[in-house]
T-cell receptor, first 112, second 113 residues
Framework: AQSVSQHNHHVILSEAASLELGCNYS??????LFWYVQYPGQHLQLLLK??????LVKGIKGFEAEFIKSKFSFNLRKPSVQWSDTAEYFC??????????FGAGTRLFVKA | NAGVMQNPRHLVRRRGQEARLRCSPM?????VYWYRQLPEEGLKFMVY????????ESGMPKERFSAEFPKEGPSILRIQQVVRGDSAAYFC???????????FGPGTRLTVL
């Protein structure tokens, strides 16, 4: 069955701490991988995406993610978080042209 | 280029009424997807449509829910005889033909009283 698992539902960090959010997926065939962010009261925005090529992907706002095919993982990282990174983060996977499967989300709260 | 547009942004209905949610995809996008986000949950796929065709409706509840994407005009997600459990945020996304990335609208927050 197709699924996306995000390891942490809630994360609390202090500013300048490093962030890593785990994501594992189960999906047959070639996959595209995404991380979306939803700031309070706003809609989903794309942080970064992986389609092919270099498994280390850099996105907006200093975020990056690494695709490890052997582990079916696509973890999100940021070396130093800011208060403005407080949001909910969703890992997602799809195959070409088909529905996107989302993880349950991780709520990040950054203490100023 | 305007993004994906959804209206209304907020919709309040009483139990038993009908809810109609509209989604206008980005210009040049012919694929539309609907997702539902329940409180404390991630987005759940509902339906994938192309112009005048339903491609995948595996996530749609069997009763009361329907979706269309006519040749002209926005995509419509219709919920008949709403119940409290239908209260959620409904997001629409669109993509171009043979596109892998989906672009999301701001969502419609449905509240059923």
């Amino acid at each position: 069955a197709q699924s996306v698992s995000q390891h942490n539902h809630h994360v609390i960090l202090s500013e300048a701490a490093s962030l890593e959010l785990g994501c594992n997926y189960s999906y047959g065939g070639t996959v595209n991988l995404f991380w979306y962010v939803q700031y309070p009261g706003q809609h989903l925005q794309l942080l970064l995406k992986y389609f092919s090529g270099d498994p280390l992907v850099k996105g907006i706002k200093g975020f990056e993610a690494e695709f490890i095919k052997s582990k079916f993982s696509f973890n999100l990282r940021k070396p130093s978080v800011q208060w403005s990174d407080t949001a909910e983060y969703f890992c997602a996977v799809n195959g070409r042209g088909f529905k996107t499967i989302f993880g349950a989300g991780t709520r990040l709260f950054v203490k100023a | 280029n305007a993004g994906v547009m959804q209206n209304p942004r907020h919709l309040v209905r009483r139990r038993g009424q009908e809810a109609r949610l509209r989604c206008s995809p980005m210009k040049g996008h012919s694929h539309v997807y609907w997702y539902r986000q329940l409180p404390e949950e991630g987005l759940k796929f509902m339906v994938y449509l192309q112009k005048e065709n339903i491609i995948d409706e595996s996530g749609m509840p069997k009763e009361r829910f329907s979706a269309e994407f006519p040749k002209e005009g926005p995509s419509i997600l219709r919920i008949q005889q709403v119940v409290r459990g239908d209260s959620a945020a409904y997001f629409c996304a669109s993509s171009p033909p043979r596109g892998d990335e989906q672009f999301f609208g701001p969502g419609t927050r449905l509240t059923v009283l």
